[in-house]
């Protein structure tokens, strides 16, 4: 019955590390869930070891157990409801859709997918959205795991200055920086163009901040012993740091892709053109075309499918996340 | 842990050594720091003072002082969009603080099942909420379920998109159904918190299952309660994605956000220090809210 949630993985340890060592810092930004010492569990909510240990009468009755079921079962059943039925309305065929005869699974065809996919625009959709995702992905990790490094490790002029400049530019609101951030775009001549759709979403403080919090819990006598044994700085970089931090780069990959993926309001100023549109985009374009509603959701399905296969696949980094660090999804 | 690492460093502070390492530090900062400069630092900057000027992109700026907030004051959109803003955020910071409440109190031991219930109220955390606007426009037509569903239990039947006092309450729905697992999540987390030992003493003594939770699981939450009020207030004041696909501010403007104003003047009428001025406005409001949570729930202890 106790599963193995509390379990922990060889690769886990370093950040089991990190997660002890830093509180402070988080603490004094008022954001007190981050990097809790005690959040070590996988999922982050302790569940597992603790239930050999709740004294009987805190478990709950008999009464307590079906009551606590029917409330979560119906809670679940609406939160998947719209999932449910994005994915049957997008199988029906076109025309009329009442409720509830419209939601039982009869009478079922791909014609909307065919249309979607044979559409010119959704696959040009789908590619401009795993560019802007992937090239996001591997270059904020790549960018924060510098920068993390050095800020957690070297010491250089400026560092706390750089440091701090970085933090207090979580507090300022996106809608804030986003008309400056697109004048200078407009002016590079990057509107409607990869580059300037990828490039400022590159500027991610908050991967800085995490990449130096969990390299700063990593032991220096690693880095020393590799540059007795007279490894190149470059070679420290990829030969040990990078193994390292494969955890936090789980966690930091997942979130930045579906922070990419999802994105909404930049790619749509930036993307003018029909071809430059990401799937949130296009899609948002198809709804207000009168496009039939099974084709739309469609489109929807298509563009959900890739986040619930990374939910799938990261969730644990995902919850983990979430409950050490309070990113946000 | 950290003050022994320091050593070694000292005793080699000035010298070759220490001059390489600054370097490589710097060299391993700089991209992304050029990046964060350009367009984060860079634009925070210029957000603020762009706010005071007249610029349309075809011409350079033009200096006007407080010009654009005396018009914003004066800016009858502007009341009615903060109006909705606050009320959608008046019902979603709430109901989704209660729910993400009750579901990590539901789930918050171990049980077959558990780790299941987490995963699906998570998902739509991770659900882009255009797409997923996309079927809640159908779930809220008129021959949609939740229609039918309020025609059973006596409610406004009819699509409460298309009408001006129910809009905001359906965009609200929808809010708290994209967030109230993220909640859950960070509530989880800080329950962990709750020391055992006072639990046990409680249940002890005859506290009830409310006694238990007012007394004792409340006050340990405190921190975390007051991280989410002002993750959720920022969220709800910048709602636009589900407004964009789903009303586009309609009908009559009812459901017209403040980053709904903000986009239309940027980018649809080009009036960038004006929009400026209501990211600002913004961003202040944000400020003031936070602070008050801060007092209100930092006070009772």
């Keep these: 019955m106790s599963l193995d949630t509390h379990g922990t993985h060889g690769t886990d340890e370093a950040r089991e590390v990190a997660v002890m060592e830093s ?3 988080v603490a004094a930004k008022g954001e007190p869930r981050r990097f809790r010492p005690g959040s070590r569990r996988r999922d982050g909510s302790g569940a597992g070891r603790e239930q050999d240990t709740v004294p009987y009468a805190l478990r709950g009755t008999r009464r307590g157990k079906v009551l606590r079921g029917v409330l979560l079962g119906v ?5 998947i409801f719209p999932f449910y039925a994005m994915v049957v309305l997008s199988l029906k065929p076109s025309g009329a859709v009442e409720f509830p005869g419209s939601l039982l699974p009869w009478n079922l065809t791909t014609s909307a997918y065919s249309d979607v996919l044979g559409s010119q625009d959704v696959p040009q959709w789908l590619i401009n959205t795993l ?3 992937i090239v996001g992905v591997l270059g904020t990790l790549l960018l924060s795991a510098l920068a993390g490094y050095a800020f957690a490790k070297k010491r250089f002029p400026g560092r706390e200055a750089m440091f701090w400049s970085f933090l207090s530019m979580v507090m300022v609101p996106y809608h804030v920086t986003m008309i400056p951030t697109f004048v200078l775009i ?7 163009t990869y580059w300037g759709l990828i490039l400022p979403s590159l500027a991610n403080a908050q991967a800085v901040f995490l990449m130096r919090q969990f390299i700063q819990g990593l032991p220096d006598e690693l880095f020393e012993a590799a540059k007795i044994d007279g490894a190149s700085e470059f070679q420290i970089f990829v030969r040990i740091v990078l193994p390292l931090i494969k955890p936090i780069m789980a966690t930091l990959g997942t979130f930045v892709f579906l922070w990419h993926w999802n994105d909404f309001l930049w790619p749509l100023i930036v993307g003018q053109s029909t071809d430059m549109r990401t799937l949130t985009v296009g899609i948002a374009s198809l709804q207000q075309q009168n496009v039939p509603l099974n084709v739309v959701l469609a489109g929807s399905v298509v563009a959900f499918v890739p986040i619930f296969m990374a939910y799938l696949v990261g969730q644990r980094y995902v919850t983990e996340g979430v409950a050490a660090t309070g990113i946000k999804g | 842990m950290a003050a022994v690492a320091e050593q070694p460093r000292r005793l080699r502070r000035r010298g070759p050594h220490a001059r390489r390492e600054a370097r490589i530090g710097l060299l391993f900062v700089l991209p992304a720091f050029v990046l964060f400069v350009l367009f984060r630092f860079g634009p925070s900057i210029a957000g603020v003072l762009l706010g005071f000027t007249d610029y349309s992109l075809m011409d ?11 018009r914003l004051w004066d800016d009858p959109v502007f009341w009615s969009s903060l109006k909705v803003t606050v009320l959608y955020t008046v019902i979603t910071v709430p109901g989704t603080i209660v729910a993400a409440m009750g579901l990590a109190l539901l789930t918050r031991r171990a049980f077959r099942g558990s780790k299941l219930f987490r995963s699906i109220f ?10 997923a606007s996309t079927v809640f426009i159908w779930i809220f037509s008129t021959d949609g ?3 039918t569903v309020m025609g059973w239990v006596g409610g406004h039947t009819g699509s409460w998109l298309a009408d001006d006092v129910f809009v905001v309450p359906a965009l609200a729905i929808v809010g708290i159904w994209s967030r109230f697992g993220y909640g859950m999540l960070i509530l989880l987390a800080s329950l962990q918190n709750v020391p055992r030992e006072l639990e046990e003493a409680a249940l002890t003594d005859g506290a009830g299952p409310w006694q238990r939770f007012r007394h004792i699981i409340l006050p340990s939450l405190k921190p975390a309660l007051f991280f989410l009020a002002v993750i959720e207030t920022t969220a709800s004041f910048q709602v636009f994605d589900a407004v964009y696909v789903m009303t586009g501010g309609g009908p009559a403007n009812a459901s017209y956000t403040l980053v709904f104003q903000l986009y239309d003047a940027g980018f649809k009428y080009f009036d960038l220090g004006y929009a400026s001025a209501i990211g600002l406005a913004l961003f202040v409001l944000t400020l003031i809210v936070a602070v008050i949570q801060r007092l209100v729930i930092g006070k009772e202890k």
Excluded: Q, R
């Excluded at chain 1, 407009?186 to 409607?192: L, S």
């Excluded at chain 2, 350079?60 to 907030?69: A, Y």
């Excluded at chain 2, 998570?122 to 797409?131: A, G």
């Design chain 1, 75 to 79: 809670v679940a059943l609406a939160t």
């Design chain 2, 60 to 70: 350079s700026p033009t200096f006007t002082g407080l010009d654009n907030f005396t």
């Design chain 1, 131 to 133: 560019i802007y995702s």
């Design chain 1, 23 to 25: 509180p402070s810092v």
């Design chain 1, 186 to 192: 407009a002016k590079m001549n990057g509107v409607d």
């Design chain 2, 122 to 131: 998570f998902l739509p955390v991770v659900t882009s909420l255009v797409l």
């Design chain 2, 145 to 147: 379920p939740w229609s």
